[in-house]
């Protein structure tokens, strides 16, 4: 039986297939790249959200409270710093149209879109590499099978033997293709998944600094309840 096997595939194929195996590699590169670095930016936000839980919540005011979170990107201590800027803004005109509660809302809806802007960048090429390459992959297996049928009717020798082995060589396009859709998908769900955790993190930690700037005091929603004498 005929050799077969990606070496045996490379020494056969033409432009095209060579374009087809250029073009899966890239957006191979592309998928994990955008994977490891999305993956990065989520844990330094999700270790960025347990210091500011631990750290911010326990100092006395909003300015002590941002000195205690590290790091030139720190997503919650640009959340608080915007908070803060949005307070001390709330003035002249602006007072009298926009209640101070609606504009610090405004300010931290603002600043957590942007981070979340950040956190889906590049997501639209693992979706794209999802759904694309299993189709790229195909197409050089079809280029591959109609090539392989051209040389064995050229040779005249129409065996299983001289078949199969150009057959099974082609089909390997499609394996590559699988193979580089397969970690996309999953790459996509599972970062998306994370990012929504994230998002529900980042809105909680501004629901809390906003009733603070706004109210002068944070819920503490792990405090138990107490039973007033109104309430049944």
Do not use: C
Not at 6 to 27: C, P, R, T, W
């Amino acid at each position: 039986m005929a050799d077969t096997g990606l070496l045996k595939l490379l020494e056969q194929a033409d432009g095209l297939s060579i374009a087809v195996l250029i073009v899966l590699s890239a957006m191979s590169l592309a998928s994990w790249f955008v994977i490891l670095t999305r993956f990065w930016d989520q844990r330094l936000i999700a270790k960025s959200y347990a210091e500011a839980h631990k750290k911010f919540w326990a100092s006395g005011n909003p300015w002590d409270g941002m000195a205690t979170l590290s790091g030139r990107d720190n997503v919650f201590r640009m959340l608080v710093e915007d908070g803060i800027r949005a307070a001390q803004h709330h003035e002249g005109q602006l007072a009298e149209e926009i209640s101070l509660n609606d504009w610090i809302t405004v300010s931290l809806y603002r600043s957590i879109e942007s981070v979340t802007n950040r956190l889906v960048a590049g997501l639209s090429i693992l979706a794209t590499t999802g759904s694309v390459s299993p189709f790229v992959g195909l197409l050089g297996t079809v280029w591959g099978i109609y090539n392989a049928m051209q040389r064995i009717s050229l040779s005249g020798q129409t065996s299983i033997e001289q078949i199969a082995g150009p057959i099974g060589e082609a089909l390997i396009m499609t394996a590559i293709g699988l193979f580089v859709a397969v970690p996309a998908v999953i790459g996509y769900n599972w970062l998306l998944r994370r990012n929504k955790l994230l998002h529900e993190k980042m809105k909680r930690f501004a629901a809390d600094l906003h009733t603070y700037l706004v109210g002068g005091k944070r819920i503490d929603t792990s405090a138990p309840l107490k039973r007033a004498a109104s309430l049944r």
